[in-house]
Structures are given as structure tokens and as C-alpha cells.
């Protein structure tokens, strides 16, 4: 998978003290943490700001002992998992009913699908980026969005169409490539 040789080399940076690659991991993961924290473990507030930055000085010291650089996303959900039940445990805290295990594991599953998507989002280009978040986040109506992007509105509709081919092939080659 594309992501993770990129996850991998990115690793390896951090690893040799690249200072820019810490940055881009941070940036890269924390919507992930932040949403494991906050949907996964409802941690809200000082207890959610707190849990987050412990993740990452964890993931900090603890990036030499990454087994796996391909596997840096399970791992920082796993680090994410110790650190909230912690967190839990430290403030006296009840473990909420949703953290049963078999619920926490399809949350972290949503999440992890949703981070996936994002991701390949993020590899299309503005046109196509820009066309799907306005038709399927934004719910607009294709006379908005022809009229924002000032092409017409009877185009709209195939444009959604090639760009969510172009979404669909690149999962089909994340699949081929696992």
C-alpha cells in the first residue's frame, strides 16, 4: 500500500532526527487521534487535550521501537487505546458502556475507514476534491455547485461520476496491493 511505504519512510525520517518529518507525522495523525480520543473514549476537554499530547510524547520516545514501520497506524491506535484507558483510570473515571470491546473495535474500524478515505481523497485532484466535498459533505445541489466552480450545472453530474471512478480505482489498487 501506498500509505504505508509512506508511513515506513516516514518512520525511517524521524528516526534519523528529520525534524520536518516529525511535523508531517503529527499532522498526518492527529485527526486520528483526536477522533479516537474524542469518539472512541469521549474524552472532551483537559482530559481529551491531555490524553492527546500524552499519545504523541509517547509516540516520540517510543518511535525506536516501532517492530513494524509499515504498521504505524495500528500501532498509534494501540498507543491512543493505553493511553485513554489510563487516562480513565487516573481521573476515577468509569469505563463508559461504549467502550465494550467489541464496540470500541468497530469504532476504531469506522475510524480507521474514514481516515483511509480521507487519505485518498486528499490524493485526487482539487477539481475532483472539490466537486465530491461539496456534492457529498455539503449537500449541495449541482446548480450551487456549477455555479461556485462556474461550470455548468449538467456537467456536474459526470464530473462526480469520472471523479468518483478515479476514488474507486484507488482503492481497488490499495486492495491489490494488500
Not at 485527526?31 to 509517547?58: N, P, S
Not at 520516545?61 to 485513554?84: E, F, M, Y
Request: glycine fraction near 6%; include cysteine; proline fraction near 3%.
Amino acid at each position: 500500500m501506498a500509505a504505508d511505504a509512506h508511513d515506513a519512510e516516514l518512520v525511517a525520517r524521524c528516526r534519523d532526527g528529520d525534524q520536518a518529518a516529525w511535523a508531517e507525522l503529527v499532522v498526518r495523525y492527529s485527526r486520528y487521534v483526536h477522533a479516537i480520543v474524542g469518539k472512541g473514549f469521549r474524552l472532551h476537554g483537559a482530559d481529551a487535550e491531555d490524553a492527546f499530547q500524552e499519545v504523541f510524547l509517547r509516540i516520540y520516545d517510543r518511535l525506536g521501537s516501532l517492530r513494524n514501520p509499515d504498521a504505524l497506524r495500528p500501532w498509534i491506535a494501540q498507543l491512543t487505546r493505553r493511553v485513554c484507558l489510563d487516562r480513565i483510570a487516573a481521573v476515577g473515571h468509569e469505563q463508559p458502556a461504549e467502550l465494550e470491546p467489541v464496540l470500541f473495535e468497530r469504532t476504531l474500524e469506522e475510524l480507521d475507514e474514514a481516515f483511509t478515505v480521507r487519505q485518498e481523497l486528499a490524493a485526487l485532484t482539487e477539481e475532483c476534491r472539490e466537486v465530491l466535498d461539496r456534492f457529498f459533505c455539503r449537500d449541495e445541489s449541482y446548480r450551487t455547485i456549477g455555479e461556485a466552480l462556474g461550470i455548468p450545472s449538467g456537467t456536474i453530474a459526470s464530473r462526480i461520476s469520472r471523479c468518483l471512478g478515479k476514488l474507486r480505482e484507488r482503492f481497488e489498487g490499495r486492495i491489490e496491493s494488500a
